[in-house]
């Protein structure tokens, strides 16, 4: 029995000793990111509206359909790691993002038949996450790590139907069915966004190139508020929800790491298929 006690401990030194010394990662890094997300396709999968009039309420569900939204955002970031171990690095991101996306539906809610294009343009928002990444193996250099990462946002904006900015084309259209009327409304999609995978890496001197890839999941939720004053009826409002998923979750990744000098190191990465971003990352170590 001490014989098999001592072969586990001996193992478990032999895989977790050369973790816990190799690699120059330092304890605390901190880093401002730079994010463009020029292609993200999502699919339409439904939702659900309630119409207000007086002395009645309708409600109608939003089938889903294979639509395609296309959508795009830019975010910067502050991110502070924690590395308590060589193979182990936690991190917590905040920042600010927008987000935009752009449809095209041959069967809008109340004109069925007649398509139409909807765009919603998000303000700049507050963005907040979290994530680790785990060492598996360090050998001269070669790195082979697991990450995952987590983000949550949930910008509002304006909404547009053919480019005509929504409030200016429901007025028309309250003048053109109902006499007259005002319009006020509000639009909001809120994001989690969670991504996991692995990374190969090599080191050249001050030179760190990887390669890799993971899998990518973001269901955005569109709420959409209409209240209205439309001539002949007084009063309507119009409560309505869209959802929808990303189109594909796989993603593929390479870039690079440069010691620039000392503490101080730059990350450019290039995602490509479930999502196109390039980033870049400025990061000093202590």
């Not at 309420?57 to 395609?68: C, R």
């Not at 593929?252 to 479930?274: D, E, H, Q, R, W």
Request: charged share 20%; aromatic share 14%; net charge negative.
């Amino acid at each position: 029995m001490k014989k098999v006690k001592f072969f586990v401990l001996a193992l478990m030194g032999t895989l977790i000793l050369p973790a816990l010394s190799s690699g120059e990662d330092k304890l605390l890094s901190f880093g401002l990111e730079f994010e463009n997300i020029t292609d993200r396709d999502l699919l339409f999968t439904g939702g659900k509206a309630v119409i207000t009039t007086p002395g009645r309420v309708d409600h109608k569900v939003l089938e889903s359909s294979d639509e395609v939204i296309f959508s795009k955002s830019g975010r910067v970031f502050l991110r502070c790691s924690f590395n308590p171990l060589n193979f182990l690095s936690i991190h917590g991101r905040v920042g600010f993002t927008n987000l935009e996306w752009d449809m095209t539906t041959l069967n809008p809610p109340g004109a069925p038949g007649e398509p139409q294009n909807l765009k919603f343009k998000g303000n700049i928002s507050f963005v907040w996450g979290a994530g680790a990444e785990l060492g598996i193996f360090e050998i001269a250099g070669f790195k082979a790590q697991l990450f995952a990462d987590y983000l949550k946002y949930k910008p509002d904006g304006k909404f547009y139907i053919n480019d005509i900015e929504f409030e200016e084309y429901e007025e028309e259209q309250f003048r053109i069915q109902h006499g007259g009327g005002e319009v006020k409304y509000t639009i909001d999609t809120a994001v989690d966004e969670v991504s996991a995978g692995i990374l190969f890496s090599k080191r050249f001197g001050k030179f760190t190139p990887y390669l890799g890839g993971g899998y990518i999941n973001m269901s955005p939720k569109s709420t959409f508020v209409m209240e209205g004053t439309p001539a002949d009826i007084g009063y309507g409002r119009y409560d309505m929800e869209f959802n929808s998923k990303m189109k594909d979750n796989i993603y593929f990744v390479g870039g690079v790491n440069i010691n620039i000098l000392g503490p101080l190191y730059l990350n450019i990465s290039l995602k490509t298929k479930a999502v196109s971003t390039l980033s870049a990352n400025l990061n000093l170590s202590f």
